[in-house]
């Protein structure tokens, strides 16, 4: 089974504008309601692909029960923990010819909510994979991603990151099976500007060294990079195409690579099919579906 963890999950809030963003009143041509959250995106997409997954995380309010209901629409496990008070958060994403997102800050979350999240995943079994996917706010605690860690390395299930900054560093005496930088947060990591593959490398295969098992870089436009325990470098470039919304690539990403590895056990399989997946989101608007995806994988 695949698992997925999003600490804050969303609802957003997609409103198109016919015309840049002024100051004022603004009037969206179209507006829609999805299910948010980078680890809520990889559950989304696993399940496209075919993959049983369950979604974990927290929920509140009535916004975290539209959430729950939205995902159980569409075919998505979830085992949400409710919280006792508060609201689910709702993102704000307006499209004007460019991106602008506003994020909103999530529910307090108790404790004993905490530990009920490590419990459940202390019990995951070895052959399982789960995905740890986004940034922890003042919400929780500092270390709350090395306490996840430490719940699923007791078990030895396989685990893959996407996080940045201390959390991702923290992960890595977990020996984490893969973590997912994209090139501004590998550059932040080391506290450089990461421009071209070669460099992408090199650091990619010091966080090697630094304790992850495999490492992929996501390079926008220039394509991904994959860099694993074993010495074996590959890279994907991208389609061509016009990119419709960038949002969702690099958790598509992830999903394809968790499936991909779910399926075959095969890193180089898994990797094809995550950058598939990536490209296939970019020109989409909302995550890919599983045509898309295969159309892509053939033409990569």
């Not at 930088?181 to 010091?206: C, D, H, I, M, W």
């Not at 994959?226 to 994907?236: A, K």
């Amino acid at each position: 089974m695949i698992y997925t963890v999003t600490l804050e999950p969303a609802l957003d809030y997609v409103l198109e504008l016919p015309e840049a963003l002024k100051r004022g009143v603004n009037r969206a041509s179209s507006a829609s309601i999805g299910a948010g959250g980078k680890g809520i995106n990889v559950s989304i997409m696993l399940t496209r692909l075919g993959a049983k997954n369950t979604a974990l995380g927290f929920r509140a309010g009535f916004t975290g029960q539209q959430l729950a209901a939205m995902l159980s629409d569409m075919g998505v496990k979830n085992e949400l923990i409710a919280l006792p008070c508060g609201n689910t958060r709702i993102n704000v994403k307006l499209r004007d010819g460019g991106e602008l997102d506003i994020n909103a800050p999530g529910p307090k979350v108790p404790q004993e909510a905490v530990q009920e999240l490590l419990s459940r995943l202390s019990s995951v079994c070895e052959e399982d994979i789960v995905v740890l996917a986004g940034n922890a706010s003042a919400a929780f605690p500092q270390d709350i991603y090395a306490r996840l860690l430490k719940a699923v390395s007791s078990s030895k299930a396989r685990c893959i990151v996407d996080t940045s900054g201390r959390s991702l560093l923290s992960s890595l005496q977990y020996k984490p099976f893969l973590i997912k930088p994209n090139r501004e947060e590998l550059g932040e990591l080391f506290g450089v500007k990461v421009s071209t593959e070669r460099q992408a490398r090199r650091y990619a295969s010091t966080l090697i060294e630094m304790g992850a098992q495999n490492v992929i870089v996501s390079l926008g436009s220039q394509g991904a990079l994959l860099v694993t325990g074993s010495g074996g470098e590959l890279f994907c470039g991208t389609l061509p195409g016009r990119i419709v919304d960038s949002v969702g690539c690099g958790d598509s990403m992830v999903a394809g690579f968790t499936a991909g590895y779910a399926e075959r056990r095969d890193p180089a399989y898994a990797f094809k099919l995550a950058c598939a997946c990536s490209n296939a989101t970019a020109f989409t608007y909302g995550l890919a579906d599983c045509t898309a995806v295969r159309e892509a994988f053939e033409k990569l």
